[in-house]
């Protein structure tokens, strides 16, 4: 990825530069004919020529386009088993899948591929409450797990390109995180990510299309409470993780993070002179 400057513009109180972004295609075997242009619909905000302070914006639905970029270059997926802390391992587990849905038990001597993909972008939204952290809800609308069988064979045998698959999970997900601006003490500042709440999620399962199932029965309940209990266990790996922002040099001075957050349309971080503790 590179920036570049898309537009400059100078008042009073200093210079305002808007950058574009430009993502390459992350297999060079898949790139496209033509560059795909996404116009972001923002807008800087209304107060931005008055401010004096260092301030850097960032548009979080640039996060959209990045992962469809992910998925146009089937980079988008991987097993559930490869997943970190074994999180997702009941989901791809052959005794619960097969009471879930008795249709794989006609594929007692076939291997299980099961395998977690995005299908579309994901949105980010400010929900922060008038008081307290900035609030940010994650949205992903399409994401699959996906459970094949792979005949057994010397030939074909854990090999996924020869997978086919059987039945589909199609996720919606909403998850709320928070970001806070921290002082670890009075030199240092850091901001501070968490999770928050229970996630938002809806499952439909079905089989694969081309499938003739013989039995039809999908336990979609049992599904849907897996699921949860897998995404939670993956959350709480990291429940908090908190960053560092170092001082910005700046010349014969320093400009230190002095507020950050969410000013619909932008994640926003501020920088200013950090003064002199006596």
């Known amino acids: 990825t590179r920036l570049f400057p898309q537009a400059i513009s100078t008042d009073d109180n200093g210079i305002t530069v808007v ?3 430009s993502a390459a295609a992350l297999d060079p075997r898949k790139t496209p004919k033509q560059p795909e242009v996404v116009e972001l619909k923002t807008a800087l905000p209304a107060d931005l020529s008055s401010i004096k302070a260092l301030q850097a914006g960032l548009v979080p639905d640039v996060l959209d386009p990045l992962t ?17 802390g074994d999180t997702f391992a009941k989901l791809a587990d052959r005794a619960f899948l097969s009471e879930a849905i ?13 395998e977690l993909s995005l299908g579309g972008g994901i ?3 400010d929900v922060s409450e008038k008081e307290g952290p900035t609030r940010i809800q994650f949205h992903v609308p399409k994401l699959f797990i996906t459970t094949s069988v792979i005949p057994t064979g010397a030939v074909v ?4 390109r020869r997978a086919q698959p059987v039945v589909v999970f199609e996720i919606d997900l909403k998850q709320t995180g928070f970001a806070e601006l921290t002082k670890p003490d009075s030199q240092t500042r850091a901001i501070r990510f968490g999770w928050h709440g229970d996630p938002l999620l809806t499952v439909k399962s079905h089989f694969a299309d081309g499938y003739q199932a013989e039995n039809t029965t999908i336990n979609n ?5 897996r699921l949860v209990e ?11 993780t908190t960053t560092t922002v170092p001082d910005l040099d700046f010349g014969l001075t320093k400009l230190r993070l002095s507020s950050a957050g969410w000013a619909t349309p932008h994640l926003f971080a501020t920088f200013t002179p950090p003064g002199v503790k006596v």
């Open 19 to 21: 950058l574009g972004l």
């Open 123 to 125: 949105h980010v939204e």
């Open 230 to 240: 897998s995404w939670k266990a993956w959350t709480s790996l990291a429940p908090m």
């Open 102 to 114: 008795p249709e794989l038990k006609r594929h007692a001597d076939a291997e299980l591929w099961t």
């Open 157 to 160: 045998s854990g090999d996924p």
């Open 221 to 225: 309940d049992a599904i849907n409470a």
């Open 68 to 84: 469809e970029l992910l998925i146009k270059s089937d980079l988008s997926r991987v097993h559930l088993l490869d997943i970190p």
